[in-house]
């Protein structure tokens, strides 16, 4: 046991740290919340040339083929910046093609992310808006050679900039809900793709897609036919992971900027950070932010190591959701009224946990998997 | 970063469950809880039995350089924590063995640790702790009993209170103003005495439960050898500081909550109200999983306190973090498992209590562990002012 980071990680975090304070400045942050697109191609360029969407990609298929671990510290230095923009997106989306994706398939898609030239995402979520397999109706019809997939997907990260989708749909009514998904990877180009960018708290580009007769032809599904469901479930556990990851870090900002504005800020003629009733609010905060690292390391290091971790990602994710949550709102209560206006930093992290979620399942959702590992009939 | 064990420490691992899951076979039913053991004689008797046991193992030296026994290292003595607090195996005597024996190490001069450290590895010699007063509790450093030097003896006199176990140890530790006219943190000096010195009176304080674990201590001109000092004279609160710095890691209590979620989802499965398993109650299943998650974290960070323990590296933040956490988690899953026992939840252990009623001695004992050892309240204010560097109101 050795907890740790390895010297590699040390140098992945610095460097990402040192990057993001350079190029991601907060201005940059409103600046892509307020637009159409989300997306910096500057900025993404540039994180290409550092490797970074090739992180986890095998050496063979043109990436660094560093470890899942090695990601989540990464990660979780983009969430203490809130990087904003397809990068959890697109390597969410890259999980699936690594473990189920045919070479042929491998060779086309993965050096073209590892270089930055693809946007990756994922379509799950459907009306029913749960991340469970019940929650897929979109249908994908054989004809000939090819699938034909109609249905509307929903909360489609930076769907309006993905080059590529990988789409989960319904090919066969199963015995269960979990049998007869397939996935497929789906460019966005095809015709009769229509998103529509949904208004959401973090403005994060969730996005309304479309599918209206789209033709997919059948290499471009990915795993086994009407057998996609684990998959989905080992992409959902890894995003669980890093999820929670990216919201440590930005917890870490939350923490950091509400103590050092407690030592800065003058009331009844002292630092407010010398009052007992707030030093015990941001010892609590520290402490709920420790509990939770923890927790996520624990999983990313299961995960890495090829454990099984199902409950392990799901206790991460459950505990962070509300350890971002609650303490983004510590932290604007603790600055006072001025963190409550748009222009100050904080409400970018505290709107972002709410994004931060429901995304790869909610806290109640994770709960119940836990409840199941834990042995309760 | 990696959490894995060795295989040389998951075969150490094994060999400490299987110890303690052997010697819970001589376990009195009367034992309920974790403070129990000072309670009735056949607890007491098991308590003593478990720790000779360990003792012969050399167990109770784990991490201790090897001139004076020891073996392993603090990896050891947090499976070694693990498997006990899973079995609930008492045995490990939290102030000699966990607290005073590592200030030894560090802070003794040679003749005490040779007189002292064989019987606390040996198991054979109990220890009690003797620093709160009535008028000096988390404001420690205001104490008032006294230790006046007459050649080569200390006289000792004034009252000492909340003392764990002290009717049943053989020694205890403490701290003793020295020098009245000193400044504050200057004036006191560490002793170790023995308890059934004349002059000493130990007296039990009720519980809330009704229990009494707890005691008051009365030195009434007790004689202490002059050479029973650990550190300076007059700078005891050093010492103070030293131990306090040996907290447990707190893995022992998680174990036991970890074995305790076992117990009440199998009794969860197996018992029916409202016509189907509490188990399938969805409030009751999202609670415990609640529970588990926060049980899970707490063990990630008391391996992480461990892991720092283990080079040397231990963060006052992360031990204070730990302690609140742990022992408010401990409320917290209390009250939860006495609200889904229902009625039954209020129950000592008797025939009708269910899971011999350790869940309505955990509802008032993790009082205790909220408030021993520095109350949660100075544990904040420790992670404010050394962790987070928040100024000091004076």
Redesign the interface.
């Known amino acids: 046991?050795?907890?740790?980071?390895?010297e590699e990680?040390e140098i992945l975090k610095q460097s990402a740290r040192d990057f993001l304070a350079t190029e991601c400045p907060k201005t940059l942050v409103r600046e892509l919340e307020r637009s159409e697109e989300g997306h910096s191609p500057e900025l993404w360029k540039k994180m290409a040339e550092l490797g970074w969407m090739g992180l986890i990609i095998p050496e063979e298929y043109e990436g660094i083929g560093y470890t899942f671990?090695d990601l989540t510290v990464l990660i979780e230095e983009m969430g203490r910046n809130v990087l904003p923009g397809p990068f959890m997106a697109t390597v969410t989306a890259t999980f699936p093609i690594m473990e189920a994706g045919t070479d042929e398939q491998k060779k086309e898609l993965l050096p073209r992310i590892a270089q930055g030239e693809l946007i990756l995402t994922t379509a799950i979520l459907e009306g029913a808006g749960v991340f469970d397999a019940s929650g897929i109706a979109l249908k994908a019809t054989q004809k000939g050679n090819d699938f034909v997939i109609s249905g509307t997907k929903l909360f489609v990260d930076m769907a309006n900039v993905a080059t590529h989708m990988i789409c989960v749909a319904r090919t066969d009514e199963g015995a269960s809900p979990d049998r007869g998904i397939t996935l497929f990877i789906v460019d966005a180009s095809t015709p009769g793709i229509k998103w529509e960018v949904m208004p959401t708290t973090a403005q994060d580009k969730l996005c309304e897609v479309r599918f209206e007769n789209v033709t997919v032809s059948a290499k471009n599904m990915l795993g086994k036919l009407s057998e996609g469901w684990p998959i989905v479930e080992n992409m959902l556990r890894k995003g669980a992971i890093a999820k929670s990851a990216e919201s440590i870090g930005a917890v870490q900002t939350c923490v950091d900027m509400t103590?050092a504005y407690?030592?800065e800020r003058v009331q009844y003629d002292?630092?407010i950070?010398?009052?007992?009733a707030l030093?015990?609010k941001?010892?609590?905060m520290?402490?709920a932010m420790?509990?939770?690292r923890?927790?996520v390391?624990?999983a990313?290091?299961?995960e890495s190591?090829g454990l099984p971790c199902t409950k392990?990602a799901s206790?991460a994710k459950?505990?962070v959701n509300e350890v971002y949550r609650d303490v983004s709102k510590w932290a604007i209560r603790l600055h006072g009224a001025i963190a409550t206006s748009d222009d100050h930093d904080i409400p970018l992290y505290y709107r972002r946990s709410k994004s931060a979620d429901t995304a790869f399942g909610s806290t109640?959702f994770h709960?119940?998997i836990?409840?199941q590992k834990?042995?309760?009939? | 970063m990696d959490f894995s064990l060795t295989d040389e420490q998951k075969r150490h691992s094994k060999e400490f469950y299987d110890t303690c899951k052997e010697l819970g076979g001589k376990r009195p039913s009367s034992l309920v809880g974790f403070e129990a053991i000072y309670e009735l004689d056949e607890c007491w008797e098991y308590n003593l039995h478990c720790a000779r046991e360990f003792g012969k193992k050399g167990w109770l030296a784990l991490g201790w350089p090897s001139e004076y026994g020891g073996s392993g290292d603090m990896m050891d003595r947090v499976l070694f924590s693990e498997a006990r607090g899973y079995y609930g195996t008492p045995g490990v005597d939290i102030f000699g063995v966990q607290m005073l024996a590592p200030t030894l190490l560090q802070a003794a001069s040679e003749e005490i640790r040779k007189q002292f450290l064989p019987p606390i590895a040996r198991g054979e010699a109990m220890w009690c702790e003797l620093w709160s007063e009535p008028n000096a509790g988390s404001d420690l450093a205001s104490l008032s009993a006294t230790a006046v030097k007459k050649g080569d003896e200390y006289i000792l006199n004034g009252q000492k209170t909340w003392n764990t176990g002290a009717h049943r140890a053989d020694w205890g530790f403490g701290v003793f103003k020295t020098d009245p006219e000193a400044r504050k943190h200057h004036n006191m000096t560490f002793l170790l005495l023995d308890m059934k010195t004349p002059g000493i009176t130990i007296r039990p304080i009720p519980y809330l439960d009704g229990s009494a674990p707890y005691c008051e201590v009365y030195f009434d001109d007790a004689r202490v050898p002059a050479r029973n000092i650990v550190g300076q004279e007059h700078e005891g609160w050093a010492v103070v500081n030293l131990l306090a710095g040996f907290e447990r890691s707190g893995i022992n209590e998680i174990m036991s909550m970890m074995r305790g979620l076992e117990q009440l989802v199998a009794f969860c499965n197996e018992t029916e109200r409202h016509g189907r398993p509490l188990a399938k109650d969805p409030i009751i299943r999202n609670r415990l999983a609640q529970i588990a998650c926060e049980l899970e974290a707490a063990r990630t960070l008391a391996y992480r306190v461990a892991d720092l323990q283990n080079r040397n590296e231990m963060s006052l933040m992360d031990a204070s973090a730990g302690k609140i956490f742990f022992s408010e988690l401990g409320e917290r899953f209390a009250y939860l498992a006495c609200d889904i026992l229902g009625p039954y939840g209020q129950l000592r252990s008797s025939r009708w209590a269910p899971l011999n009623g350790i869940w309505e001695k955990m509802f008032h004992e993790h009082f205790i562990t909220t408030i021993s050892m520095g109350t949660n309240e100075i544990q904040r204010n420790i992670i404010a002012w050394y962790g987070l560097g928040l100024p000091r109101m004076r």
């Open positions: 046991m050795d907890l740790r980071y390895s990680q671990q103590v407690a030592k002292r630092q950070g010398a009052f007992q030093q015990h941001m010892s609590d520290w402490t420790e509990t939770g923890y927790l390391y624990e990313a290091w299961m190591s392990e206790m459950a505990y109640d709960r119940e836990v409840a834990i042995g309760l009939a």
